[in-house]
């Protein structure tokens, strides 16, 4: 037991006297986070608004494909980017290999089914008939898609809150498209990579700290939303 | 030396046998706990589904980072909690920490699928005599779609998630799995072995995904997330 109450309290240490590594990283990982996600919104919102409001068949076998999607090997996709970015390949000009904006594309590529998948579930768990009123009063496409977002607005947050918290949590394709280099392209969940192999475990524990509690804030506003709109929606603890 | 080095098919077959034995952990204990959760009517139901759900979120190597400090080994500071079963940087740990992950999975997932079970048939049930097994066993008959979701989301994160098993098992040597071996791509050199693994790790996806798919056909879940690596 001394050795786990060591590395705590080393731990809580680091984080109290708000150390400058540690914070960086925090930002960056929020960074990553916050721009991936919004990526992947600004195309998967109206994608999945389409494929969730029409049942015919094409839109039916694009939902599918998204759901699939959410399954994707993290480490699968970072290897094939991590390819195309190396030089010689289609993007190699760019020369972001080991860079942000490279990790920016893996996440977004990862938070992309997911927001299409939870938005189309949602727009159609939307009362039948709901949209097809809004047709016929002569709403345009995009004040329907507005009213159908604002209606599903609990599945849109929980796609929001699933892409945040999966480019929080994954280390897999950050590590390969990122290379995991210390004060560039590390995240949280990833710096623990570095401290395990630096042999730094306190360093290790301060950041699990960090992170758990990051997520556990994320999953704390997304129950908070869930409750207060029980009434409205009753979304499956599956979704989350 | 780097894990992508090694041989294809070794690499594969230990994927996939961590993947099944740790998956058959978390059914075992899962599908149980998922529909006590589900049927159950007893205190603090709601606040363990809430654990599962968070159980969920939480990232993969905070799960190995935890483990890690419980079960390093005795050192001069002592050793963790369960530094006695030296397990650390063995397949044992890995099957253990993919175990754990798997689990808030099937949990979550079975409890929901038994939650959407009609009342009225298992209380005609009981009426009829079904004891609480035997009522279960039969609401567990009735939501399997539900619960073979459970079971193929807990087998696809079993086998792509990657970021506890580099922490408590070793990237490198004789325990590497699939996903921990293209991780060792950085290390340079083994382009075309990095391309084979991902081809692997991409099949294996390919199955899983088209199982869900053929569940969710079937009005399973509406969507299954895996969790992320």
Redesign the interface.
């Known amino acids: 037991m001394r050795f786990l109450g060591e590395m705590l309290s080393e731990a809580f240490n680091q984080i109290g006297s708000g150390n400058a590594e540690l914070l960086a990283t925090t930002w960056r990982t929020l960074e990553l986070a916050l721009i991936s996600t919004a990526i992947a919104l600004l195309v998967g919102l109206p994608l999945g608004l389409l494929l969730g409001e029409r049942a015919t068949r094409w839109p039916r076998r694009g939902l599918v494909l998204a759901n699939a999607g959410l399954g994707i090997p993290p480490v699968a996709l970072g290897i094939y980017v991590a390819f195309l970015l190396l030089p010689g390949w289609p993007l190699g000009g760019l020369r972001w290999t080991y860079t942000l904006p490279a990790l920016i594309i893996a996440q977004t590529l990862l938070a992309f089914p997911l927001v299409v998948a939870l938005t189309a579930s949602a727009v159609r768990g939307l009362p039948a008939g709901l949209l097809d009123q809004a047709r016929a009063f002569g709403a345009s496409w995009w004040h329907r898609g507005v009213f159908a977002l604002r209606e599903a607005r609990v599945g849109v947050l929980t796609a929001i809150i699933a892409a945040l918290g999966s480019a929080v949590a994954e280390v897999g394709a950050v590590v390969i498209v990122g290379g995991n280099v210390r004060g560039r392209t590390n995240t949280l969940a990833s710096t623990i990579l570095l401290d395990i192999s630096a042999s730094n475990p306190a360093g290790a524990t301060a950041d699990l700290i960090v992170l758990v509690a990051l997520v556990l804030v994320l999953g704390g506003i997304l129950t908070f939303v869930q409750q207060r709109e029980r009434g409205r929606h009753r979304l499956a603890v599956a979704r989350t | 030396m780097s894990a992508l080095a090694g041989d294809l098919l070794p690499t594969t077959l230990r994927t996939l046998r961590v993947g099944f034995e740790s998956t058959a952990i978390a059914v075992g204990l899962g599908i149980p706990a998922g529909a006590a959760l589900g049927l159950g009517r007893f205190r603090g139901r709601g606040p363990l589904?809430?654990v599962?759900?968070?159980g969920?979120?939480?990232?993969?190597?905070?799960v190995?980072?935890?483990l890690?400090?419980?079960m390093?080994p005795t050192?001069v500071?002592?050793?963790?909690?369960l530094s006695g079963l030296d397990w650390l940087y063995t397949t044992s740990a890995v099957i253990l920490a993919q175990s754990l992950l798997a689990l808030p999975i099937v949990i979550?997932?079975t409890?929901?699928a038994t939650q959407r079970v009609p009342n009225d048939l298992l209380d005609q049930a009981r009426a009829f005599g079904a004891g609480t097994f035997a009522s279960a066993l039969l609401a567990l008959r009735e939501a399997r779609i539900g619960v073979l979701a459970a079971v193929t989301?807990a087998l696809?994160t079993a086998?792509?998630s990657?970021?506890a098993v580099?922490?408590v098992g070793s990237s490198l040597g004789d325990a590497t799995l699939a996903?921990a071996a293209?991780?060792q791509?950085?290390a340079g050199g083994h382009?075309g072995q990095?391309?084979a693994?991902?081809?692997v790790?991409?099949g294996?996806?390919l199955v899983?995904?088209?199982l869900?798919?053929a569940l969710?056909q079937e009005r399973g879940?509406?969507?299954?997330?895996?969790?992320?690596?």
Do not use: E, H
């Not at chain 2, 969920?56 to 905070?62: L, S």
């Not at chain 2, 500071?77 to 909690?81: C, E, L, M, N, T």
């Open positions: 589904l809430a599962a759900n968070a969920i979120r939480m990232p993969p190597v905070a190995g980072m935890a890690w400090l419980l390093y050192s500071w002592g050793g963790g909690p979550a997932l409890a929901a989301a696809g086998l792509v990657f970021g580099t922490i996903t293209l991780v791509w950085g382009d990095a391309a693994t991902g081809a790790l991409i294996m996806f899983i995904a088209a869900l798919t969710q879940p509406a969507t299954v997330v895996v969790r992320p690596g």
